[in-house]
């Protein structure tokens, strides 16, 4: 349990430090999502084995489709609007593409934090 207590204050660590950086050096959306996403998962995922085919359907399913759906209806409905984008694309002149990768990135952190901290290796489960 000791190496989980390390685990989590160096991904809080991780947090503060990439907030910190993202408010210091203003990046846009994709290098602050590495930064501030990317850094802890990758960090968590070398620290134990995960299962990684379920972290990535997920992040399909979770980070591409349902974030694609979601996002696509709040840009028609004008609830946000992203106004500095690293990758000027849009899809049908609205949604901007990068979204997508913020959502993966949150998508995978949830996931591999999940995996990590909450996930009983030896426990009976319903989940293969």
Same mark, same amino acid.
């Given at each position: 349990?000791?190496?989980?207590?390390?685990d989590?204050?160096? *991904?809080?660590g991780?947090l503060? $430090?990439?907030?910190?950086?993202?408010? *210091?050096?203003?990046? #846009?959306? %994709?290098? =602050?999502?590495l %930064?501030y996403?990317?850094?802890?998962?990758f960090?968590l995922?070398?620290?134990?084995?995960?299962?990684?085919?379920?972290?990535g &359907?997920g992040?399909?399913?979770?980070g591409?489709?349902?974030g694609?759906?979601?996002d696509?209806?709040?840009?028609?409905?004008?609830? &946000?609007?992203?106004?500095?984008?690293?990758?000027p694309?849009?899809?049908?002149g609205?949604?901007?593409?990068?979204? =997508?990768?913020?959502? $993966?990135?949150?998508t995978l =952190? %949830? =996931?591999?934090?999940?995996?990590?901290?909450?996930?009983?290796?030896? $426990?009976f #489960?319903? *989940?293969?």
């Open positions: 349990m000791k190496g989980k207590m390390l989590f204050w160096v *991904v809080v991780f503060i $430090a990439a907030a910190w950086i993202g408010y *210091v050096f203003k990046f #846009t959306n %994709i290098p =602050l999502g %930064i996403l990317g850094v802890p998962s960090y995922c070398m620290r134990a084995k995960k299962n990684y085919k379920k972290i &359907w992040i399909v399913i979770f591409f489709l349902f694609f759906i979601f696509f209806i709040q840009q028609i409905n004008y609830v &946000w609007g992203v106004p500095r984008l690293l990758i694309w849009r899809l049908f609205i949604w901007p593409v990068e979204n =997508l990768f913020g959502y $993966a990135f949150m =952190l %949830i =996931l591999v934090f999940y995996e990590h901290f909450f996930r009983q290796r030896n $426990a #489960t319903f *989940v293969a």
